[in-house]
């Protein structure tokens, strides 16, 4: 793949229609990126992953936990975390909508 074009609204439809609260959209050896979408006071049950991990929440309010650091996310917030820390989102206050990209691709 050498390009990629998209809307969120794309994206996102996808990932609805998919049924599941993430929804990947692109994957290449060095990275894959896709979008998370968590309803208000939802659960989230990640668990760690291989890869190191950067998330971009695009809308909602929740709180954020990963290693030893507890922080409040809203729109705009960047969060990073390495692989195989332990991290989730929790207090889920309104529906939370992130870009997610993984280095390497997500295995």
């Known amino acids: 793949m050498k390009t990629f074009f998209a809307t969120l ?7 609805t229609r998919s049924g ?5 959209f692109l994957r290449v050896p060095s990275m894959s990126a ?10 989230d049950t990640q668990r760690p992953h291989h890869e190191d991990e950067m998330y971009f929440v ?3 309010r929740a709180r954020f936990r990963a290693g030893g650091e507890d922080r409040e996310v ?3 917030s960047v969060l990073f975390v390495a692989a195989e820390v332990e991290h989730r989102f929790y207090g889920i206050q309104e529906e939370l909508t ?6 390497p691709a997500e295995s």
């Open 9 to 15: 609204t794309e994206v996102d439809g996808q990932r």
């Open 98 to 103: 992130a870009l997610v990209f993984f280095a």
């Open 58 to 60: 695009v809308r909602g």
């Open 20 to 24: 599941k609260t993430y929804g990947e």
């Open 74 to 76: 809203s729109a705009g």
């Open 34 to 43: 896709g979008l998370y979408v968590l309803a208000a006071g939802a659960e």
